[in-house]
């Protein structure tokens, strides 16, 4: 299959940038929510030299879009110190998880905005001669921030909705859900070579693709 080099760079570039941002938002959140230790480390930042993971952030990205093989990506955690949010410390947890996703739909948003105003104000569209750089930064924006957007709301742990979900258990289905973190990515992966990861992630992906474009 041939790849498409300025393709490539352009989804790799946000893809990077939505990372960022991702784990920017988990970190600005922990610390206005009471924990300053992603603060002390500098995480609270849109430097993606801060949270990029060499293996994670670049070269697994890179492999799935080259060959098509289908390895997860990972930036950096970001580290939460949960006795340090005080009362309701379950609450600004989830809060601090959905804090991720939620960054990655309002980029999405924007992008779309974006997109709708290049085509309105003749920038990009049908006859329109101008790079073409512009509309495949704004509609891979959409893509990729929905994608990531909903998939790290799927509640197994360690993705983000997996945090959502054990803030909102108690007692012992809490403790029992805590003990299949160290098995997330292998249920994730079960998941997506079983064809059930694209069932779940495929009519939430499409509904909000469908209302941003």
Known sequence: MAIDPGQLVVSFIVLLFSLTVHEAAHAWTAWRLGD???????????NPMVHIDPVGTILFPLVAMVTGVPVLGWAKPVPVVTRNLGGHWKRKFMAIAAAGPASNLIIATVAAIGLRLAVAGGVVGPGVSTPSFVFALLWGAVQINVILAVFNMVPVPPLDGGNVLSGLLRGSASDLYDRLRPFGFLIIYALMFSGLLNAILGPPVNFIRSVLL
């Not at 300053?36 to 849109?46: D, E, H, N």
């Open 36 to 46: 300053s230790t992603a603060l002390s480390l500098g995480r609270v930042s849109l």
